[in-house]
Nanobody, 121 residues
């Protein structure tokens, strides 16, 4: 069973920054794409950023393009989400997910417990 543990969430003012981290328990971390998703109250969970197995390709939702950066350190079994210029509409629970294959066009197969990000205006 793969465990994903997110950290780094919190309360920040609009325009501020946060860095989320997601540590994976498995030694085969480098063989899978990873993603960050978020779910705001009353809304469906959405993909925010994705990264393939070696970081060669990334995807960003239009709403975060240019403000968020996803990266990974396979030696540390960790994926990161650097969030800059945060807006109140970024407020949500952020989840880390491990995909079922090398690329992020595969389904997420494991999820973290989520970390709350709240952006005040």
């Amino acid at each position: 069973q793969v465990q994903l543990v997110e950290s780094g969430g919190g309360l920040v003012q609009a325009g501020g920054s946060l860095r989320l981290s997601c540590a994976a328990s498995e030694r085969t971390f480098s063989g899978y794409a990873m993603g960050w998703f978020r779910q705001a109250p009353g809304k469906e969970r959405e993909s925010v950023a994705e990264i393939d197995w070696n970081g060669g390709h990334t995807y960003y939702a239009d709403s975060v393009q240019g403000r968020f950066t996803i990266s990974r350190d396979n030696a540390k079994n960790t994926v990161y989400l650097q969030m800059n210029s945060l807006k109140p509409e970024d407020t949500a629970i952020y989840y880390c997910a491990r995909h079922s294959g090398l690329y992020y066009n595969t389904d997420p197969s494991y999820w973290g417990q989520g970390t709350q990000v709240t952006v005040s205006s």
